[in-house]
């Protein structure tokens, strides 16, 4: 017996329909109007084909706002950076962050840095005799193993990518132990996943003759500690409001080092502004995310992935360090219209630069949010913009917004229902002016 009115989930051959039928089939379930269904249909820059193209069961399509955080300058250079977010504020402080930044490491802006593209394939072997043994014996085909693998991919091989060493553990897992082999692939201007995976996937059957055991998993790690963006500015504390709000940025700095609950909302700050630019040129932001906080928690517990301190000479300096996995080549990068537009403003063409970039505006992000913490509070801003927000949710539109959102602001009340009260206030009031 089915739990909801509304008939059985249960469709099948759902995916070999097309859109349109598809669209009526949730449209009926629902009971979407005409507008609702009129609002899935629009594809807006992505278009129907290609969004049905790139994902399955495509029933529409969702749009965030594409923004420009101007101001930013990194290792000497000037920078649009595009994000993609729905949150307010977070462009604004990011660009305001920029801009008092971009005379920190004496006029270079903020500086940063990143590995090679390094990203790590695993095969875990099972039911493997002599486990510690057989690592022994997998390290001495090494040669054999990268071969194979590199047979995958010859054109990535051929331009200084590929695979390039071997490493195995041991680990003791409630199923028994498990023999763990490491790809160490250089993937170059990839994210490399599906590069990593093919290699994976075509070493395993090498590894279960050699060793005995079964193949359970081949498939990358998204824990890419081989391909860390480091990021860190030194900047004069009369640039940020005197040398007691650098104090108070260092004392909130040390909070979050020592409060994992703090410590999660600092790392969220650094997040907001490296997940909407990787929003903006089509990165894998989940892999992204899964390994930047396993990395907070490197150590056995959580911590912030940035710390800020003053230096002997009386300078705030603040630096981040974090694993990040993006490409400029393959993928939805290439697939995506809007995220080859986002890198042609970046105007960058290597994933390494794009990492780097990624790792200053985390740490940009990072630094607007404690100052704001530490002095005016975060509401200040941030709610003058979500009263814009709340403004549209109220149904106000054109002008009406920013009258509705300024008298919210000036009241001091700043809600749903307030914002409600004075949309139907005003156009009760434009609807007498017109009689």
Do not use: C
Request: hydrophobic share 45%; net charge neutral; no cysteine.
């Amino acid at each position: 017996m089915s739990s909801n009115n509304r008939g059985s989930s249960r469709i099948p051959g759902f995916y070999n329909l097309s859109l349109d039928e598809r669209l009526n089939i949730v449209a009926n379930w629902a009971g979407l109007t005409k507008d609702e269904i009129d609002l899935l249909r629009n594809f807006g820059n992505l278009g129907a084909k290609l969004a049905d193209a790139m994902i399955e069961n495509v029933v529409g399509a969702m749009s965030y706002p594409f923004a420009i955080a101007p101001n930013f300058r990194i290792n000497g250079k000037d920078y649009l950076i595009p994000m993609v977010i729905e949150e307010p504020s977070v462009v604004a402080a990011a660009s305001n962050a920029a801009k008092m930044l971009r005379e920190a490491n004496d006029g270079d802006g903020i500086r940063a840095l990143s590995d090679k593209q390094m990203m790590i394939g695993q095969i875990h072997l099972m039911k493997v005799p002599s486990p510690r043994f057989v690592a022994m014996e997998i390290m001495r085909r090494k040669d054999e193993i990268l071969e194979l693998a590199n047979s995958t991919n010859k054109t990535l091989v051929s331009i200084g990518g590929g695979a390039k060493d071997v490493s195995v553990r041991v680990i003791e897992t409630r199923r028994g132990p498990v023999v763990v082999v490491h790809l160490l692939v250089d993937v170059i201007d990839a994210m490399g996943a599906n590069t990593v995976n093919t290699m994976a996937e075509a070493v395993a059957p090498y590894l279960e003759k050699l060793t005995g055991g079964e193949a359970r998993l081949r498939i990358v790690s998204n824990y890419a500690i081989y391909r860390l963006a480091r990021a860190w500015v030194r900047i004069d504390v009369d640039k940020i409001g005197g040398r007691e709000v650098a104090e108070k940025i260092v004392d909130a700095s040390a909070i979050a080092e020592a409060d994992v609950f703090r410590a999660v909302t600092h790392n969220k700050g650094i997040m907001n502004g490296i997940i909407a630019v990787a929003l903006a040129t089509a990165q894998d932001h989940r892999a992204i995310e899964a390994g930047v906080h396993a990395y907070a928690a490197r150590d056995g517990a959580y911590k912030p992935l940035s710390i800020w301190d003053i230096d002997s000479q009386g300078y705030l300096v603040g630096v981040l360090e974090i694993p990040l996995q993006v490409g400029t080549i393959g993928g939805s990068v290439k697939t995506h219209p809007i995220a080859q537009i986002a890198l042609k403003i970046l105007g960058i063409k290597s994933a390494k630069e794009l990492a780097e970039i990624m790792a200053a505006v985390g740490l940009a992000q990072n630094f607007a949010a404690l100052r704001a913490l530490v002095t005016t509070g975060i509401q200040a801003g941030h709610m003058k913009l979500h009263a814009r927000n709340l403004a549209i949710a109220a149904g106000a539109q054109g002008d009406l917004i920013e009258l509705v959102a300024e008298e919210m602001i000036r009241e001091g009340k700043i809600t749903f229902d307030k914002a409600k009260e004075l949309v139907e206030k005003y156009r009760s009031l434009r609807s007498g002016t017109n009689i």
